[in-house]
């Protein structure tokens, strides 16, 4: 660089480093970071490049990313560059990375695909933020938790992969790193099995404000793409096949299937005695399994009891229940869900299931547990002390059909609703119940419920700005935390939210994000 050049820039430098100090702004917040008064400014023709096939990847995708940015209009001879370098003999933790930048050279490093990739997504956000223009600094990060999820209800109401592809990006950016895909359950089953098409043809009709709307679903080679498209972004897709209640869209399809069930509960529950349930169970998760490499597949086995009625009257059911000893129905519930849970270990997967699945008896070594029944703290201890992984999805403050503010009108309510603050703060809480069994507590998930979610405007508003605060909560190591910065950042992350279009709730100015009305514009439910 001839001295002119290096003069103009230096100057450059020092005439925008008071904006710059001080102003580092990432999601979540990192565990290490230190910074300089220097100053690196981003080039459209610096050098980026990496040490090897996946490293070079990241480096050919930033530099396709930074084509796109019109404020990069600084050209300097370079003799400055961008390095990712992925060591996996390194002493970094699995997700772990580092991110140094000085005044000539950006260095991002990690030990894993994992880490290299947030190192990227760190970077990036400190690229968009303040437009090339970046504080000399030292990020050394790492997660709290290693599972930092979101779950997505499609079988209430259906989005499509050009949403879900969204999410997914929103998602990576945050550091998330498990979508959990809700696609079964009630009101519609929407994933193509082939070796039982009534599923989609049948099954995937009506949604939760329509029975009669038009079948959606995700064909397999959609789930393909979904797949791929996540596993890009080092995110992990988890499908549920929920049962044996939840069932009725399957059950509706396929009727010799059916437990029975009254009123608006009739086909909930599987059968759970015939030998041709399991058989049909084995036969879908075959093809799940083709579809979906993560090593969980998620089994429901929450609210059993609300369509079990034809249980305690079916003689078959109750001479079965009388000769395996059984007891009563709730011990056939438990049997049912102990011969899945085998199923899904025999082939080679681990079984998750909602906090019911505590109590059926099943070896911690076959199954994790999603706690997600607040007000049942004791189910939580239960499950740590009889030694399962558990990750926490509680409804307060994690459910995303919740309301989040205390004026609105449409969603969910217990005692109380789940604030950006409440989802921020957590665990903190109930850490008292976790002291001696952290390593026990996989992570954290927000989940959203889709019945009074009918368009993409509701499902963005129900779930930002809170998942941002879940990432953070997931992420970042519990002495980091601090909700006041938090808020003070938050905008920039808002302001992100509007150049992609996204319809959030803003805390900050409530009334200009009108609340949008839900398929029956119904009130608020209580304790439901």
Not at 36 to 46: G, H, S
Not at 342 to 358: H, L, Q, R
């Amino acid at each position: 660089m001839n001295y002119i050049k290096r003069l103009e820039l230096f100057i450059l430098q020092w005439c925008i480093a008071l904006t710059v100090l001080a102003q580092i702004t990432v999601f979540p917040w990192p565990a290490h970071l230190t910074e300089k008064k220097e100053i690196f400014i981003l080039t459209p023709n610096i050098n980026i490049k990496g040490n090897g096939e996946y490293a070079d990847k990241l480096a050919q995708d930033l530099c396709q990313d930074l084509k796109n940015l019109s404020f990069l209009n600084i050209k300097i001879p370079e003799k400055r560059s961008i390095e990712f370098r992925l060591n996996t003999q390194s002493d970094f933790e699995k997700e772990a990375y580092s991110l140094k930048i000085d005044t000539e050279k950006i260095l991002l490093e990690a030990s894993s695909k994992e880490g290299l990739f947030y190192a990227k997504e760190t970077l990036w956000q400190m690229i968009k933020q303040r437009k090339g223009k970046l504080a000399v600094c030292h990020i050394k990060d790492y997660p709290q938790y290693q599972w930092r999820g979101f779950m997505l209800d499609e079988s209430r109401h259906f989005f499509g992969k050009e949403k879900v592809k969204q999410y997914l990006d929103l998602m990576a950016s945050l550091k998330l790193n498990v979508f959990h895909w809700h696609l079964t359950d009630e009101t519609g089953w929407r994933i193509e099995i082939k070796r039982y098409p009534k599923l989609t043809t049948e099954g995937s009709i009506g949604n939760w404000h329509n029975p009669q709307a038009p079948a959606k679903y995700y064909t397999q080679k959609d789930i393909r793409e979904i797949v791929a498209y996540a596993a890009d972004r080092n995110i992990m897709v988890i499908p549920e096949f929920d049962m044996p209640g939840h069932a009725t869209a399957v059950c509706r399809a396929y009727p010799e299937v059916s437990g029975g069930g009254e009123g608006r509960w009739k086909h909930f529950t599987f059968h759970p005695c015939k030998e041709e349930t399991f058989r049909f169970i084995s036969n879908v998760l075959d093809e799940l399994i083709d579809l979906f490499p993560s090593p969980y597949i998620h089994i429901g086995g929450d609210e059993v009891h609300f369509g079990n009625q034809s249980w305690f009257t079916d003689p078959n059911i109750q001479r079965f229940i009388k000769e395996n000893n059984l007891i009563n129905e709730t011990g056939l519930e438990h049997y049912f869900i102990r011969r899945v849970v085998d199923i899904v270990a025999s082939k080679g997967k681990t079984a998750i299931g909602w906090d019911e699945i505590v109590d059926a008896g099943v070896s911690p070594s076959k199954v994790i547990v999603m706690w997600w029944r607040h007000d049942r703290k004791y189910q939580l201890l239960k499950a740590l002390e009889y030694g399962y992984r558990v990750i926490m999805t509680p409804r307060r403050p994690f459910y995303g059909d919740f309301i989040q503010y205390a004026s609105h009108k449409i969603g969910r309510q217990w005692s109380g609703y789940n604030t950006l603050e409440t989802v921020y703060d957590y665990p903190s809480s109930i850490n008292y119940l976790m002291r001696g069994y952290e390593k026990q507590v996989m992570g954290m998930q927000f989940s959203m419920w889709t019945e009074r979610i009918a368009n993409e405007k509701r499902l963005d508003f129900m779930t930002f700005p809170r998942l941002i605060a879940l990432a953070e909560a997931a992420w970042t190591l519990e002495t980091r935390k601090e909700c006041t910065s938090f808020l003070q950042r938050l905008p920039i992350f808002l302001q992100w939210l509007d150049e992609k279009g996204i319809y959030y709730f803003n805390p900050f100015q409530p009334s200009s994000t009108p609340e949008p009305d839900a398929p029956d514009k119904e009130d608020v439910l209580k304790n439901g």
